[in-house]
């Protein structure tokens, strides 16, 4: 079993929405975890989205789990 981590950072959510749609045809037989900070919230939220992917990313690896980026 794989991971895949999706950040989403200043989208709107109908783009958010149609990508979300993309990765569950996509990667079907994994897990998938996305980090979104839309247009709407604020800067430091839109700032932070990469650091917090990149964590839980690291989380998984550490756990020897298989990590993928989504697209």
């Known amino acids: ?3 895949c981590i999706y950040v989403s950072i200043g ?3 109908a783009n958010l929405a149609r990508t979300i749609r993309l ?3 996509k990667w079907r ?3 998938y975890v ?3 900070a839309d247009a709407s919230e604020a800067v430091l939220n839109q700032y932070l989205a990469p650091y917090v992917g990149s964590t839980i990313a690291e989380y998984f690896r ?3 789990h298989d ?3 989504c697209l």
């Open 1 to 3: 079993m794989f991971f």
């Open 11 to 13: 989208q709107r959510q």
């Open 23 to 25: 990765l569950e045809r």
């Open 29 to 31: 037989y994994g897990l």
């Open 34 to 36: 996305i980090v979104a």
């Open 62 to 64: 550490d756990k020897k």
């Open 67 to 69: 990590v993928s980026h």
